[in-house]
């Protein structure tokens, strides 16, 4: 099955203590991106990256970090996480044609991070 | 630079009346532009999406939107709601140039009265 999956699905962490929210897709998507949902925001985007070792920032890029090592995972770090960073957390993955996004985002099914 | 405004933040029709959730966009480029629907708890899933051909788009359970580049808008509408549209609805737009990010709207709630 076709999919996007991310883990964990729910963290409650402490300021500070560094995490890793994993992102995998099985359909050999070039596109990942990692966003951010909050009441009333949208979704923003935190990192995408067009192909392996290729990332840029997104609007909310501040505070978190992105690798793009193999072509199906793009995980999400938090090396000191804080309060604000409190969120549903989203990630997508699509085809890539060059010349921005035009294909449909994959979505997984959201990690929900607390940080106290 | 590209931005999306949708218009409302939320939107409450009597089932089997027509639903319109506006969205104006604005992009230095030629943009591409979709509709995503999320249900409660759940992830996101793709309504339809502009890409430069066709300037009315029809996606899945009846939705379509209509391109309107004079008017930097891509209205959702759907002629008689069902229950099961009660969701949020995000706008989506990437410039077809210049840079690879996308950007959502604030989303709108719709609501449906029985």
């Known amino acids: 099955e076709a999919q996007v999956t991310q883990n964990p699905r729910y963290l409650i962490t402490v300021t500070g203590k560094k995490l890793t929210v994993t992102c995998s897709q099985n359909?050999?998507?070039?596109?990942m991106s990692w966003y951010r949902q909050d009441p009333g925001l949208g979704l923003r985007q935190i990192y995408y990256?067009?192909?392996?070792?290729?990332?840029d920032k997104g609007d909310v890029p501040e505070g978190y970090k992105v690798s793009r090592k193999e072509k199906r995972n793009f995980p999400l770090i938090l090396e000191s996480p804080s309060p604000n960073q409190t969120s549903l957390y989203f990630c997508?993955?699509?085809?890539?044609?060059?010349?921005?996004?035009?294909?449909?985002?994959?979505f997984g099914p959201g990690t929900r991070l607390t940080v106290l | 630079a590209q931005s999306v405004t949708q218009l409302d933040s939320h939107v409450s029709v009597s089932e089997g009346t027509p639903v319109l959730l506006r969205c104006n966009y604005s992009?230095?480029?030629?943009?591409?532009l979709f509709w995503y629907v999320q249900h409660p708890n759940k992830g996101l899933q793709l309504l339809l999406k502009?890409?430069?051909?066709?300037?009315l788009v029809k996606g899945i359970n009846g939705f379509e939107a209509e391109f309107k580049k004079s008017e930097t808008s891509f209205h959702l509408t759907k002629p008689s709601a069902h229950m099961s549209d009660a969701a949020e609805y995000f706008c989506?737009?990437?410039?077809?140039?210049?840079?690879?990010?996308?950007?959502f709207g604030t989303g709108t709630r719709l609501t449906i009265i029985p």
């Open positions: 997508a993955s699509s085809l890539w044609y060059g010349g921005g996004v035009s294909d449909t985002q994959y």
């Open positions: 359909m050999n998507h070039e596109y």
């Open positions: 990256s067009m192909n392996v070792e290729v990332t």
């Open positions: 992009s230095s480029y030629s943009p591409s």
């Open positions: 502009y890409t430069s051909a066709a300037t």
């Open positions: 989506v737009v990437s410039s077809n140039f210049g840079n690879e990010k996308l950007t």
